[in-house]
T-cell receptor, first 115, second 113 residues
Framework: NAGVTQTPKFRILKIGQSMTLQCTQD?????MYWYRQDPGMGLKLIYY???????DKGEVPNGYNVSRSTTEDFPLRLELAAPSQTSVYFC??????????????FGQGTRLTVV | AQTVTQSQPEMSVQEAETVTLSCTYD???????LFWYKQPPSRQMILVIR??????QNATENRFSVNFQKAAKSFSLKISDSQLGDAAMYFC??????????FGDGTTLTVKP
């Protein structure tokens, strides 16, 4: 059971380049999330999904896009990379439907540097 | 918007001693959950403990316990018999809407041998 898998683990982008951060989970969870964590700070929610075909913005969605075509996958797209997007990105998932209490499972994170 | 505040950027504790990490939150909701997560240097986020707002009894998981004061909107984490492996960054998190969680900025805990 792999849990939540993120790829790549590290990436350096040039300003203006685009990339997709991949996230897949094999636990059949409905909820999936993308967070960013800046140095010494907590996690900020970028986008989330409550199920396949449904996505919504979090606190800091600008500069990002997501899609959720399957239950398993929730890729995060950066269209025009900017230095302000240098961060560690975490994908997470959790089970349930319209529930608050279930545990979120996190991937190992992707360290992205934009130069 | 809900906010979560961890007022202690850094804390240290002697091995085998007890330490308490503070967390306060701001909300107008009546039904919500609170969580403490641990993030060791490996970056992996690990759930430590959770508390439902409707439960007056404080949650406990082995050496970890919380002091939940709903009226004061306070949710502190107590670690007893601290171990070297407890060294990590600890995050307090709040969830009142199924899709969203709000995290504090974290407290870095150092355990001294």
């Amino acid at each position: 059971n792999a849990g939540v898998t993120q790829t790549p683990k590290f990436r350096i982008l040039k300003i203006g380049q685009s990339m997709t951060l991949q996230c897949t989970q094999d636990m059949n969870h409905n909820y999936m999330y993308w967070y960013r964590q800046d140095p010494g700070m907590g996690l900020k929610l970028i986008y989330y999904s409550v199920g396949a075909g449904i996505t919504d913005k979090g606190e800091v969605p600008n500069g990002y896009n997501v899609s959720r075509s399957t239950t398993e996958d929730f890729p995060l797209r950066l269209e025009l990379a900017a230095p302000s997007q240098t961060s560690v990105y975490f994908c997470a998932s959790r089970p349930g439907q319209n529930t608050l209490n279930t545990e979120a499972f996190f991937g190992q994170g992707t360290r992205l540097t934009v130069v | 918007a809900q906010t979560v505040t961890q007022s202690q950027p850094e804390m240290s504790v002697q091995e085998a001693e007890t330490v308490t990490l503070s967390c306060t939150y701001d909300t107008s909701e009546s039904d919500y959950y609170l969580f403490w997560y641990k993030q060791p240097p490996s970056r992996q986020m690990i759930l430590v403990i959770r508390q439902e707002a409707y439960k007056q009894q404080n949650a406990t998981e082995n050496r970890f316990s919380v002091n939940f004061q709903k009226a004061a909107k306070s949710f502190s984490l107590k670690i007893s018999d601290s171990q070297l492996g407890d060294a990590a960054m600890y995050f307090c998190a709040y969830r009142s809407v199924p899709g969203k969680s709000t995290f504090g900025d974290g407290t870095t805990l150092t355990v001294k041998p």
